[in-house]
């Protein structure tokens, strides 16, 4: 399974998929996968083109279960129909 090392590594649960947020930079994006071995969490944040490395610790992580879901009212509340973008 992906980030196995991560989640006895570090105590945290990241989910593919999952939503996150980078509790340094304040940015959002989907969690990704990538090697299940490696340290890091890969993070496509929004607006990015490709996933970026992240330590398991600078990450907020939906309640388990919810990592699709969790954090998508940051993106309802900013999206323009018109335009099809946040902010």
């Known amino acids: ?3 196995e090392y991560v989640k006895q590594a570090y105590g945290v649960n990241p989910e ?3 939503r996150v947020r980078h509790n340094e930079i304040d940015k959002h994006g989907v969690i ?3 090697k299940s071995y490696d340290n ?3 993070v496509k944040f929004d607006g990015e083109k490709f996933a970026k490395p992240c330590h398991p610790k600078a990450l907020d992580y939906p309640p388990v279960g ?3 879901s969790w954090g998508l009212n940051s993106l309802v509340t900013g999206f323009n129909t ?3 973008i946040v902010g």
Do not use: L, S
């Open 1 to 3: 399974m992906a980030y």
């Open 66 to 68: 919810k990592g699709i």
């Open 16 to 18: 593919i998929g999952a």
């Open 32 to 34: 990704v996968r990538r």
């Open 40 to 42: 890091y969490v890969y």
């Open 82 to 84: 018109k335009r099809g």
